[in-house]
């Protein structure tokens, strides 16, 4: 079983930073592409910003600028560095993560971490 723990979320204040981790653990090969989505309350999950093993990085159009995200293959984990925070980025942030478990296979499965608050105040 894959488990992804999230950490870092929190209060903060408009144009204050925050620092999302998430650490991916269990018995796998490998890891494609990572990512963080949020869900703010009433909306529909989105992507904030997605990583490939290669690096290549994929951020949405309200956050680029502002985000960055980054991993580490050796330890498996991903980052979500947020800086200039708005209130509109209010949301619970999930961990994501497409795993391989062969190397001679093709397939994967995806993960999802339980989430981390981020409150921005106005």
């Known amino acids: 079983q894959v488990q992804l723990v999230e950490s870092g979320g929190g209060l903060v204040q408009a144009g204050g930073s925050l620092r999302l981790s998430c650490a991916a653990s269990?018995?796998?090969?490998?890891?494609?592409?990572m990512g963080w989505y949020r869900q703010a309350p009433g909306k529909q999950r989105e992507l904030v910003a997605a990583?490939?093993?290669?690096?290549?990085?994929n951020l949405a159009d309200s956050v680029k600028g502002r985000f960055t995200i980054s991993r580490d293959n050796a330890k498996n984990t991903v980052s979500l560095q947020m800086n200039s925070l708005k209130p509109e980025d209010t949301a619970v942030y999930y961990c994501?993560?497409?795993?391989?478990?062969?190397?001679?296979?093709?397939?994967?499965?995806?993960?999802w971490g339980r989430g981390t608050q981020v409150t921005v105040s106005s």
């Open positions: 994501n993560a497409d795993v391989k478990f062969a190397s001679w296979s093709g397939s994967s499965l995806r993960y």
């Open positions: 990583i490939t093993s290669g690096g290549s990085t």
């Open positions: 269990g018995r796998f090969f490998s890891i494609n592409d």
